[in-house]
């Protein structure tokens, strides 16, 4: 498991605990979906909040591209979001130096991973279109 594979898992994570929905403008979606993505208020540069849920929002394309070239504005939207003081919290701590070994990102991806199915299972229960993800591909042969 690699850092694309923690990233991956964490996204899924973050977007179901939204309720697949755009925290900024509350427009719905059907998932698997490229649409609502997870945004990160302190860049993914940051290793030490890359894996925060603190960090992470569920945000359609164009509230996500319209938040990242706002800087300020992100900040402030977060700050209401989230609350002064967990945005401070969280801009202090963005800074410090983290460094993952692969094992790392397998644990953060195993994590996310069972946070999604969580998730996944309280909001929507058993067989939801979702869990297709991670159910086993069967080929069929003919060769016995
Ligand atoms: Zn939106």
Redesign the pocket.
Known sequence: MSKANADKWFSWAVRAAAGWK?Q??G?SFEPPTRVLQCSHLFSRVHNVTRFHPDNAFA??A??HAWLESRPPEFAAWATDFMGAEKYEALRRYHNRVARFRKSDYATIAAHYKNEYNRITEQEYGFNHPQKLENHPVVTESNDD
């Open positions: 755009c900024k403008c427009a945000h359609c164009s509230c």
